[in-house]
Each structure stands twice: as C-alpha cells, then as structure tokens.
C-alpha cells in the first residue's frame, strides 16, 4: 500500500504521452484524442502510480508486456459509476410527462425500441425496462419492447448481462419494485425474465461504431461529459439521426446540448434534461 509521499512524481513529456496514446488505442482500442486531455491524464494519473511509473513512456513499456495492465487501464479509463434509478427524478418527470405521449403517438404499432448508449454495467437499461413495465402494467405483453444496452467495456457488459445486483444497489429501490422485479438468488438478487427479456446488450464505440437508427428513446448519461466539444456535438447529431421523429434525447443531469445541436430538438424538460426530436 503506497502512502502520499511515495506517489511518484509524474514527468510530463508532450512526445511521450502522444507515444502512449498511440499505444493504448492499439492495444485496447481506445480513441484517447476524443476524450478531454485533462481527464485522460487524471485517469493515466492513476495507473503511472499504481505501477510506480515515473513517465508515460515507463508506463507504456509496462502496458506493452503486462496484459493484466491492459485490463486495469481499460477499467480506469471507462469511469464505470452508475446506480439504478439514477436521479429517480428524471425517470420520474420522464414517466409522468414524457411516456403517456410517446404511447399516445404510437397507437397501434406497439413497438419500443429503446438505446441506453454508454450504459456500464447495466443499471441504466434495466431502470428505463422496469419504469415501462411499471408503466404499461398488463398491456406490456401486447407491446414489442427492445432495449439495447451499449458500451465499450466487455466486462461491464458480461456484468449486465447476468442482470444480478448485490443488495448493497437496491437499497435506494422500494420494497415493492424489489418484490416485483428481483428475485432472490443466492445472496444477490436477478431481474425477473419479464425485465431480462426486454434487454440486450451489445459491444459498440459511439465514437467509431456503425451508426445506429430506428429508436423511440435514447439515455445517454454522464457519458459525453468525458468527450472533447467538438465530439459532443457530433454525437448528438448521431442521437438525433438514431432517433425517431418525436423521439425523446435523455441526458446526464451535468450536460449540455451544445452549439447547432441544440437546435434539432425541443427542450421538454430542461431540468431533468429530456429533449425531442424536431420534425422537419
Ligand atoms: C459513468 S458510466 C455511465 C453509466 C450510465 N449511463 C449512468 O448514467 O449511470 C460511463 C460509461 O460510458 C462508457 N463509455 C465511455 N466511452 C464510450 C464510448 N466511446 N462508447 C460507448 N460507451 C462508452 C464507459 O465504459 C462507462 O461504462
């Protein structure tokens, strides 16, 4: 265990972090220019101390030969942090306003297509399939509900695709969505079928995968906070493209619809940061 002062002091060198970034998109794929340079050093920070590297090019050298390295790095650089119902609020506001209309405009095609994009280990997805099911009550069966969980971090997908939570993440849920949504399984709890069935996840770069399209809803959360300006707007472009006409945009409670894509979409709720697609 490392104390303060054995944290070694980090040489910053231009050459060598550009060096070092060329080599982790080689060898976990990934695409460090698209992230903010100042959080990329943060999260490098972490690993030049955990390995006792005294410069990015010493770090590289380990992250060369060591694989389990690539495995830890990969982990520090995606910041995996998410809860179920994260700010309940919004899912809340979404439920209550957003929902009923998006049913309402569907009539009889009952078909849901719903995109958790940057989703970690699954929370996300299974928040947005147990508030439908909530919602719908019985009818659910007669709807066709997809929702597909995306991220770049193969562990946090093989975690979200078992659909277990540790009763440590359902201490904030309500003893009645507990009862009716998990069932007990050993000392953890499982979503029930009705909500595994609706989720599916997938391996996929926002920045660099296939462009997807054909969705009702998209959450992305506190996912492009960590992303370059420029990418940002490009990204809600893609969302907006993805999207349906009506479609709703969900974002992270700290981000922003910036430059000319805040003119694709009416705001709905500017405080829990719910947009619509505009139509033409
Ligand atoms: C902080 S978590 C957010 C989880 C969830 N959306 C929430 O708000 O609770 C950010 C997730 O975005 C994923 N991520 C980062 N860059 C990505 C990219 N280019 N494409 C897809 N997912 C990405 C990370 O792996 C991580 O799991």
């Known amino acids: 265990m490392m104390n303060t002062s054995d944290i070694v002091t980090l040489r910053e060198d231009d050459r060598e972090f550009s060096e070092l970034k060329v080599i982790i998109k080689r060898k976990i794929g990934?695409?460090?220019?698209?992230?903010?340079?100042?959080?990329?050093?943060?999260?490098?920070?972490?690993?030049?101390?955990?390995?006792?590297s005294k410069s990015y090019k010493e770090y590289a050298e380990i992250l060369l030969k060591?694989?389990?390295e690539e495995k830890q790095l990969k982990e520090t650089l995606t910041v995996n942090v998410t809860e179920l119902f994260r700010n309940p609020e919004t899912y809340e506001a979404f439920r209550r306003a957003e929902l009923p209309e998006l049913i309402k405009s569907r009539g009889e095609n009952r078909t849901l297509k719903v995109w958790s994009a940057g989703c970690s280990n699954g929370e996300?997805?299974?928040?947005?399939?147990?508030?439908?099911?909530?919602?719908?009550?019985?009818?659910?069966?007669?709807?066709?509900?997809?929702?597909?969980?995306?991220?770049?971090?193969?562990?946090?997908?093989?975690?979200?695709?078992?659909?277990?939570?540790?009763?440590?993440?359902?201490e904030k849920i309500s003893k009645e969505r507990l009862e009716r949504f998990f069932n007990k399984k050993d000392n953890n709890y499982e979503v029930t079928d009705e909500i595994h069935r609706m989720v599916t996840f997938k391996n996929?770069?926002?920045?660099?995968?296939?462009k997807l399209s054909g969705f009702d809803i998209i959450f992305c959360r506190n996912v492009?906070?960590?992303?370059?300006?420029?990418?940002?707007?490009?990204?809600?472009?893609?969302?907006?493209?993805?999207?349906?006409?009506?479609?709703?945009?969900?974002?992270?409670?700290?981000?922003?619809?910036?430059g000319q894509s805040s003119r694709l979409f009416k705001h709905v709720d500017l405080k829990e940061r719910i947009y619509q697609k505009k139509v033409n």
Do not use: W
């Open 66 to 68: 060591n694989l389990a």
């Open 124 to 170: 996300e997805p299974y928040s947005i399939a147990i508030m439908l099911a909530e919602y719908l009550g019985i009818a659910a069966r007669r709807y066709n509900i997809s929702i597909m969980g995306t991220d770049i971090d193969e562990d946090s997908l093989s975690k979200a695709e078992l659909g277990i939570f540790h009763p440590k993440a359902l």
């Open 224 to 258: 492009t906070i960590y992303f370059e300006q420029k990418l940002q707007e490009k990204l809600y472009f893609d969302f907006y493209n993805a999207l349906k006409d009506g479609g709703y945009f969900v974002m992270g409670k700290t981000e922003t619809l910036i």
């Open 30 to 52: 990934f695409n460090c220019e698209q992230y903010k340079q100042a959080h990329l050093k943060r999260r490098l920070a972490v690993r030049l101390r955990a390995t006792q």
């Open 204 to 210: 996929h770069d926002m920045i660099s995968g296939p």
